[in-house]
């Protein structure tokens, strides 16, 4: 699983969700039921992950000829799909850098189509999560720092965030999600108003089988927590990016502790998160310095749900 997980870009859960609901692959299994795929399956997946990338729904092309699916996808022969490719696809940091270069042009002309054509080339060729690792995050990074040195202005900045949001919000359309998928609620606290990597959080746990509700910028710890109280959430998500110096922000996540549940599991990321630890400490509060650590995390909440709280 997890080579077919790193070639074709989809995570474990869709893989066995479209195996199991849509019957698009049906790999073998072994002695100890480990689920065994052909080179040929792993191309099928691959297609069927770029197809729906394009905006078609999963239940209408899981059993689509291999011939239909390349047609849809946009590739001409099955070559271009071997594993082998696939793999130096997902992984070239050549590819990604040049992704980056050119988002950041559209937006400097704020090109909103110029910036969906660079997402969706950069998911079809680096798979969902190198699109998140590869390009959306570095984005994130290099458009802070952009903004923060005076050279990008906060139009651009907020122009940017909506076109990935949108992006985003499409891209995880196709992800069929159980009813007992667990919940994240992701928001940005009270004078937080950077909002990219609120939403290059929630992308990301979609994609990794959570059910999200993102709230978006700068809420009252009140109103976080009621969003996770009527939405059942087993944990939350705080995108802390600048400032980094505000006064106010401890006593607001101070609030934050009093209101939530006990059982609810908190992480905190971006770039300021380091100014605030000791307050994020006082939470209960997990930081998460990139994808990987929000991965894990997500990972630890959703095996030991007795014990979330004390993950946090």
């Known amino acids: 699983m997890k ?12 893989i066995r969700v479209w195996e199991k609901r849509y019957g698009a692959v049906e790999p073998r299994r072994t002695a100890s039921n480990r689920r065994l795929y052909t080179d040929a399956e792993v191309r099928r997946l691959a297609l069927l992950h770029a ?6 729904s999963i239940g ?30 997902e992984f070239s940091s050549e590819h990604s850098g040049d992704f980056l270069l050119t988002a950041l042009a559209t937006i400097r002309r704020m090109d909103a189509r110029g910036l969906e054509s660079v997402l969706m080339r950069a998911s079809l060729e680096l798979g969902s999560q190198g699109l998140l690792q590869k390009v959306v995050a570095p984005l994130a990074s290099r458009l802070g720092d952009l903004w923060q040195d005076g050279e990008l202005t906060a139009a651009e900045e907020h122009f940017a965030s909506g076109v990935v949001r949108g992006f985003l919000a499409h891209l995880a359309r196709p992800f069929a999600l159980p009813e007992n998928a667990p919940g994240l609620v992701v928001a940005t606290p009270v004078g937080q108003l950077h909002e990219l990597g609120a939403v290059l959080v929630s992308a990301a746990a979609s994609s990794h089988g959570w059910r999200v509700t993102y709230l978006g910028t700068s809420l009252p710890a009140v109103e976080i927590a009621g969003a996770v109280l009527r939405t059942g959430a087993r944990a939350l998500a705080l995108s802390i990016v600048y ?26 990321g971006g770039r300021a998160v380091v100014a605030y630890a000791s307050a994020l400490a006082s939470i209960g509060a997990e930081v998460a310095e990139d994808l990987r650590d929000l991965y894990s995390f997500l990972d630890r909440v959703r095996r030991s749900p007795a014990q979330a709280a004390d993950v946090r």
């Open 60 to 89: 209408t092309i899981a059993r689509l000829p291999d011939e239909q699916l390349r047609a849809l996808a946009g590739w001409s022969d099955e070559a271009s799909l071997s594993p082998g490719t696939l793999n130096h696809r």
């Open 243 to 268: 400032p980094a110096d505000d006064p106010n922000l401890p006593a607001e996540l101070a609030a934050l502790k009093r209101h939530l549940p006990a059982d609810v599991a908190v992480v905190a």
């Open 3 to 14: 080579s077919v997980v790193q070639r074709t870009g989809l995570s474990p859960h869709v």
């Open 51 to 56: 197809v729906t990338r394009a905006g078609h």
